[in-house]
Each structure stands twice: as structure tokens, then as C-alpha cells.
């Protein structure tokens, strides 16, 4: 499996950069270019460091291009800009040459299932915007949560289930479904997965916070199964900051989880997305345990 982490590296440190929106009304789309290119340098930064590093996998800002989705950049093409291209180009090169896989994560205001149509019609736009930005960097994955349930836990999954429906080939080629700690639990996934087919990202941590009624071993096969023509699974794990259901997230992986994880994960083949405080320090420490007890060939890690 290949391991990964969310967007900053501490160690370098990556420094994402935005503005207000007042700067970019001011100084005009001149200020969003350079933020955008800052920031792709960033991700370049990144990348080359985690393939150093055997760190395979990677999780793309949604901050890259500043206010992309917003009409203030309605005149700018960016996913076509020759400067912008060139550092994607640099990007994939890595990529290629280290077999990485990016993913990215659009943030809790995308809500496909929201009554309200005009939310909908927003959280449309920022997925367009992520698929310009997976498109541009051959990313494989966008996550995303189910949503909200709005007083109705039934008719939000519905909701879902018709929005997804209904998106374009290319968002759908790559959306994933993330079970969350306090409202949709694995059993509400699979439950939509099996209407709509969209793969499931399995959260591991979530679901020790917000537990379906029925063994989470059960649901594994189902959750293999809706990767079918997708590729490798994707999935995330978390420990507890202070006990196994607490939602804050521990500086590391602790290692009785990531073995736990993987006994319920009965041998399949996933890459394994850590959502730790310590990032990328998160990953090494793992690494360097699972040298440490000679555990290589149980967990055949990619990377090491």
C-alpha cells in the first residue's frame, strides 16, 4: 500500500498563500496568478520531498488557485495558463517517475444533498473546480462527505443519490464517498454506494466515533467492491487525540490502530491516506516502526 498525508509539510515548511478579496479587486487577477503559481511551486516542493522520502501519496490543497470558483476569476483560463502549465508539468514528472497518487478534499461547505438549490449549484462549481485542478495535476481521487441530514436522514441520502446522478462524467470519474464522525456512518455509504456506484473512502477513525449497528468487518467486502474499474482503494485512518473516539485528531498514527486497521482490512490491497497533526512525521514515524519490527512483509508498504 502506499501511505500519505494532507497538503503541509512541516518539515520544509509549505506555506500556502491566499489574499482577501479586496487585494485581488485591487491589485486584479495579476495577484491570483502569483498566488497560484507560489503555491504550485509549494506542492512542487512537497512532492519531490515525499519522493525522497518514499512518501507515495499526497493530498493537493484546495487552496491552490485562490478564489477559483468565485466570479472574480471568470476571465482568467488557469487550468490553460502557460505558466501555470509549466508547473504542473514539473508536478506530474514526479509523479510519474515515483508512481505517486493525489488526491484532494473539498471542504464541508460542498454539500451535494443540501435542500436548498442554491447550495447545491455552489457546491457544483467547487467540484468543477477541483476537477480543473485533478485534471491539470492527474489527481485520482476527490473525496467527500455525504452532508448534511437536514431533519430527515432518509431524504438527505436521497438527495445525494440524485445529485451524484446527475454530475458530469468527469467529477463522477473521480468523486469518493467518505463515511463522517456524527451523522452518516459506513452502513449510510454503502447503503448509497450500492443506488449510485460511487467508491467509498473508508474512515476508519469516523467510524470508531460514529459506529454503524452492525460489525464494521462486514462492510469491507462491499467497500472493495465499489472500487471495482477505479483503481487501488483509498482510505484514511486517524487516531484519537485521547482516546480511540475522540474526534480531534493525535499527532501520530498510533501503532495499535494502523495494525488494527489492517487486520480489518483482511489483506486487501488499499493506500492509506494518515490524517495526523504531525503530517508527513505522522507517515515517517510508521515507516520507520514498521522497520524497526521487521514488519515489511506483512504490510507491504510502497515506498520503503
Known amino acids: ?45 512537497a512532492v519531490k520531498w515525499n519522493a525522497d522520502h518514499g512518501i507515495l501519496m ?83 481521487d476527490m473525496i467527500l462527505h455525504v452532508g448534511g441530514a437536514y431533519g430527515d436522514k432518509v431524504q438527505a441520502k436521497e438527495r445525494f443519490i440524485q445529485a451524484y446522478n446527475q454530475l ?52 469491507i467486502p462491499s467497500i472493495i467492491r465499489s472500487w471495482d474499474g477505479y483503481g487501488r482503494p483509498k482510505t484514511h485512518i486517524s487516531s484519537g487525540r485521547n482516546s480511540k473516539t475522540d474526534p480531534a485528531h493525535h499527532d501520530y498514527i498510533l501503532e495499535e490502530d494502523f495494525e488494527a486497521y489492517c487486520n480489518i482490512l483482511k489483506g486487501y490491497e488499499v493506500d492509506m491516506m494518515f490524517e495526523a497533526k504531525k503530517k508527513e512525521q505522522a507517515v515517517l514515524r510508521m515507516m520507520n516502526w514498521i522497520q524497526k519490527t521487521n514488519k515489511e512483509t506483512e504490510f507491504h508498504i510502497e515506498g520503503l
Open 1 to 45: 500500500m502506499k501511505l500519505g498525508y494532507a497538503c503541509i509539510n512541516l518539515t520544509l515548511p509549505t506555506k500556502f498563500k491566499t489574499c482577501r478579496l479586496k487585494t485581488v479587486e485591487t491589485e486584479g487577477i495579476c495577484k491570483v496568478k502569483d498566488l497560484t503559481l507560489h503555491n504550485l511551486s509549494e506542492v512542487l516542493r
Open 58 to 140: 499526497y493530498r493537493i490543497s484546495s487552496d491552490i488557485i485562490p478564489f477559483a470558483s468565485h466570479e472574480i476569476t471568470n476571465d482568467w483560463i488557469w487550468w490553460e495558463d502557460t505558466d501555470v502549465l509549466r508547473l504542473a508539468k514539473e508536478i506530474k514528472e514526479v509523479k510519474h517517475q515515483y508512481h505517486m497518487r493525489f488526491s484532494c478534499h473539498p471542504g464541508q461547505y460542498t454539500l451535494l444533498n443540501s435542500p436548498r438549490e442554491e447550495v447545491v449549484l455552489r457546491s457544483l462549481e467547487d467540484l468543477m473546480y477541483h476537477n480543473l485542478l485533478m485534471d491539470l495535476l492527474e489527481g485520482q
Open 168 to 219: 458530469p462524467t468527469g467529477i463522477k470519474d473521480k468523486l469518493r464517498l467518505e463515511n463522517d464522525h456524527t451523522i452518516f456512518t459506513i452502513s449510510d455509504v454503502v447503503e448509497i454506494s450500492s443506488k449510485c456506484g460511487v467508491p467509498i473512502c473508508f474512515d476508519i477513525h469516523h467510524s470508531n466515533c460514529n459506529p454503524p449497528i452492525e460489525p464494521v468487518e462486514s462492510f
